[in-house]
């Protein structure tokens, strides 16, 4: 049976700040940029989730796109839409939300919900900066 791939488009807006707790400030500077500044600043995420597998002869679908949507928004956009990343999100706590680190951590949000179809979730922070995540390969 042949193997497809899926993948549906979200977006939501959030801030955050890249900074390491355990640093100073020249130091996170040097390596944050602008990025570090301690009150934040914001992005229009656009998260692509892609799942895989076989195509189901009865309905010709993969998996049913109103429910992939409904399963995604209510396990992880829900949750950090207009939400500030550092400070509102408990999932997030005590990790330095950069796109890499994002990609994770939205990975395994979405595992449990998307067992055994789950491919890919790929996270741009802008249209030059992106970062995917396909789990533990």
């Not at 020249?26 to 995420?45: D, I, L, Q, S, T």
């Not at 892609?50 to 309905?59: K, L, S």
């Not at 995604?72 to 550092?86: G, P, S, W």
Request: hydrophobic letters at 35%.
């Amino acid at each position: 049976m042949p193997i497809v791939e899926l993948t549906k488009r979200f977006r939501f807006e959030a801030s955050h700040v890249l900074r390491n707790p355990d640093w100073d400030d020249e130091k996170n500077y040097e390596v944050f940029g602008k990025c570090a500044r301690p009150n934040g600043h914001g992005h229009n995420y656009e998260l692509f989730v892609t799942i895989r597998g076989e195509v189901n002869p009865d309905d010709g679908m993969l998996y049913e796109l109103k429910q992939l949507k409904d399963l995604v928004n209510t396990h992880l956009i829900d949750k950090v839409d207009h939400f500030h990343l550092n400070h509102d999100v408990e999932f997030l706590d005590g990790i330095i939300p950069t796109a890499e680190n994002l990609a994770i951590a939205f990975y395994e949000q979405l595992e449990h919900v998307l067992p055994d179809v789950l491919h890919e979730v790929r996270l741009l922070e802008t249209e030059n900066n992106w970062a995917a995540y396909r789990g533990e390969e």
